[in-house]
């Protein structure tokens, strides 16, 4: 079975400072890893995905990725962390090979302070 | 573009009801999944609809259903309401079905409430 751990259930950053939200995986093959983003009464957009080739992704909002195959993780980075990025983050894994169903960590609460 | 839109934004029922979402996924979208969302549980996978044939089933009664129209649009149905079925349900939309990677759109969700 799939599935997906966020370690830490909130992030404090001040602005400016880089930021990391953690995410590890579980899968049987090999993955396909999104990440999410969720403001208050929203839904959740799409910032970036893994697919294959470069283990570094780049995505919207300048947010970035990067896919590690030996330690399972996908870690989501931001050089500069604005205030406007306090949001909550998710993370989601497919198995290429198995079933379609996506799994969603639990999510990951980023607070920027000013 | 249009974004995906749902259908009631809020909504209260009591215990026993039956309620029908909408969900008008984003206009080329084939593929429909629903989701929902609470505090306790995070993010729950519902089903997956493609060209109105139902590709996927979470782990959820069958008091939990849906389908898709031919344009797309699709509705999520519960019978017999619960007080545990009060979430925020999400539908989100991809261009092709979700074994190929796509990523989804979510639309803003129906907040449900069951009194």
């Known amino acids: 079975a799939q599935s997906v751990a966020q370690p830490e259930d909130q992030v404090n950053v001040a602005e400016g400072n880089p930021l990391t939200v953690k995410c590890t995986y579980s899968v049987s093959g090999n993955p396909y890893l999104f990440w999410y983003v969720q403001y208050p009464n929203r839904g959740l957009q799409f910032l970036l995905k893994?697919?294959?080739?470069?283990?570094l992704v780049k995505g919207s909002y300048g947010f970035e990725a990067e896919f590690n195959k030996s330690q399972t993780s996908f870690h989501l980075k931001k050089p500069s962390a604005l205030v406007s990025d306090s949001a909550l983050y998710f993370c989601a894994v497919r198995d290429k090979g198995g079933s379609y169903i996506p799994t969603f960590g639990r999510g990951t609460s980023l607070i920027v302070h000013p | 573009k249009a974004g995906v839109t749902q259908t009631p934004r809020y909504l209260i029922k009591t215990r026993g009801q039956q309620v029908t979402l909408s969900c008008s996924p984003i206009?080329?979208?084939?593929?429909v999944s629903w989701y929902q969302q609470t505090p306790g549980q995070g993010l729950q996978f519902l089903f997956e609809y493609f060209s109105e044939t139902q590709r996927n089933k979470g782990n959820f009664p069958g008091r939990f259903s849906g389908r898709q129209f031919s344009n797309s649009r699709s509705e999520m149905n519960v019978s017999t309401l619960e007080l545990g079925d009060s979430a925020l349900y999400l539908c989100a939309s991809s261009l092709e079905a979700s074994g190929i990677g796509n990523e989804q759109f979510f639309g803003p969700g129906t907040r449900l409430t069951v009194l």
């Open positions: 206009s080329g979208h084939r593929s």
């Open positions: 893994y697919i294959t080739g470069d283990n």
